[in-house]
């Protein structure tokens, strides 16, 4: 059985239930939508984190926030 959500190349990622809500509502007010799918969007916004080590330090900065609220919660 083919999991219709598969898409050859992709694999699946955990994001936070109050990420992929924003990523959604930001997938949404995109006027050419249709060709800005969540995983192409997210792809996208890793990427360019990867690809900038400045803003990786910032990622890195804003993790050590998301295992704060992990733990919290």
Do not use: H
Not at 5 to 31: C, D, H, W
Not at 37 to 49: K, N, V
């Amino acid at each position: 059985m083919v999991n219709k959500n598969m898409e050859p190349g992709y694999k699946a990622l955990l994001v936070r239930e109050e990420t992929k809500a924003r990523l959604q509502a930001f997938r949404k007010s995109i006027k050419d939508r249709d060709f800005f799918q969540e995983r192409q969007l997210a792809t996208a916004a890793l990427e360019y984190c990867l690809q900038k080590p400045a803003v990786m330090e910032e990622v890195v900065k804003l993790a050590k926030n998301v295992v704060k609220a992990d733990w919290d919660n």
